[in-house]
């Protein structure tokens, strides 16, 4: 049973009928969330969550238990000991930075059913809260290739661009767009990130099958050092991002 769902109800007054109402199900849907502990769609429990006035982990925190693959754990694990985060991406947005929508289409674009995205998606914006919004929140620095930029549909890339913008206006959030005319860089190589915490620095590594974490990161710290050499400044970038002149 679900004594947290239970509790929040009768915490707000709520009855099976009256949550359905506000969901948008059936109460027979409500009532087995509730016996059984079935766990709804990412949607309906947002929308649950919303109408009681709890957050969707105080609900159901089994959602959110290790819903990433075991090979990234470690590095979720990482990110949270992190004191900075440089990140470098030639194909998408850095998935900390990505909106709901453009996370779901990129998600969507690999092997997972329609559920499965939208539990992936909901995991993903957990993870950028958790650290991009911690009490003590590390200095993140992104360089993207314009490339990521130009890739996706207009409707998606538009909502975009503007959370780069209005991210990039935080003083812990540094973003530098690696032009086209920047040439062919070290970088094309692939995409990677480089976490310093307490204990040295800590590289992770993507490629098509999984990725890996690593403490040797010299040739690591000599590629980025070329590519933030040849990437737009701060605020270069950011009127960069504003003109959007390679979306239609």
Do not use: C
């Given at each position: 049973?679900?004594?947290?769902?239970?509790?929040?109800?009768?915490?707000t007054?709520?009855?099976?009928?009256?949550?359905?109402?506000?969901?948008?199900?059936?109460?027979?849907?409500v009532?087995?969330?509730?016996?059984?502990?079935?766990v709804?769609?990412?949607?309906?429990?947002?929308?649950?969550?919303?109408?009681?006035?709890?957050?969707?982990?105080?609900?159901w925190?089994?959602?959110?238990?290790?819903?990433?693959?075991?090979?990234?754990?470690p590095?979720?694990?990482?990110?949270?000991?992190?004191?900075?985060?440089?990140?470098?991406q030639?194909?998408?947005i850095?998935?900390?930075?990505?909106?709901?929508e453009?996370?779901?289409?990129?998600?969507?674009?690999?092997l997972?059913g329609?559920d499965?995205?939208?539990?992936?998606?909901e995991?993903?914006l957990?993870r950028?809260?958790?650290?991009?919004e911690?009490?003590?929140p590390?200095?993140?620095?992104a360089?993207?290739?314009?490339?990521?930029l130009?890739?996706?549909?207009?409707?998606?890339?538009h909502?975009?661009?503007?959370?780069?913008?209005?991210?990039?206006q935080?003083?812990?959030?540094?973003?530098?767009?690696?032009?086209?005319?920047?040439?062919?860089?070290?970088?094309?190589?692939?995409?990677f990130?480089?976490?310093?915490?307490?204990d040295g620095?800590?590289?992770?590594?993507?490629?098509?099958?999984?990725g890996?974490?690593?403490n040797?990161?010299?040739?690591?710290?000599?590629?980025?050092?070329?590519l933030?050499?040849?990437?737009?400044?701060?605020?270069?970038?950011?009127?960069?991002?504003?003109?959007?002149?390679?979306?239609t």
């Amino acid at each position: 049973m679900n004594q947290a769902l239970r509790a929040a109800m009768a915490d707000t007054g709520e009855t099976v009928e009256s949550l359905a109402e506000q969901v948008g199900v059936d109460p027979k849907t409500v009532a087995r969330w509730i016996t059984p502990g079935r766990v709804p769609h990412p949607r309906h429990r947002a929308a649950a969550a919303k109408a009681l006035g709890r957050e969707v982990e105080d609900i159901w925190p089994d959602v959110f238990k290790r819903r990433e693959p075991a090979w990234l754990r470690p590095w979720v694990e990482t990110e949270l000991q992190a004191t900075s985060l440089r990140a470098f991406q030639v194909a998408v947005i850095p998935g900390l930075l990505q909106t709901p929508e453009y996370a779901s289409v990129v998600l969507s674009s690999g092997l997972l059913g329609p559920d499965e995205v939208a539990d992936y998606v909901e995991t993903r914006l957990r993870r950028q809260r958790a650290v991009l919004e911690r009490r003590k929140p590390p200095l993140f620095v992104a360089v993207i290739d314009e490339f990521a930029l130009r890739r996706g549909d207009p409707a998606v890339m538009h909502p975009q661009i503007d959370h780069l913008v209005k991210m990039a206006q935080r003083p812990n959030v540094l973003l530098h767009v690696l032009p086209l005319d920047a040439g062919i860089h070290p970088g094309q190589a692939g995409p990677f990130v480089i976490a310093t915490t307490d204990d040295g620095d800590v590289a992770y590594l993507d490629d098509q099958a999984a990725g890996r974490l690593t403490n040797d990161t010299a040739a690591l710290w000599a590629i980025w050092d070329t590519l933030r050499s040849v990437a737009l400044p701060r605020r270069h970038t950011i009127d960069f991002l504003k003109a959007r002149a390679w979306l239609t």
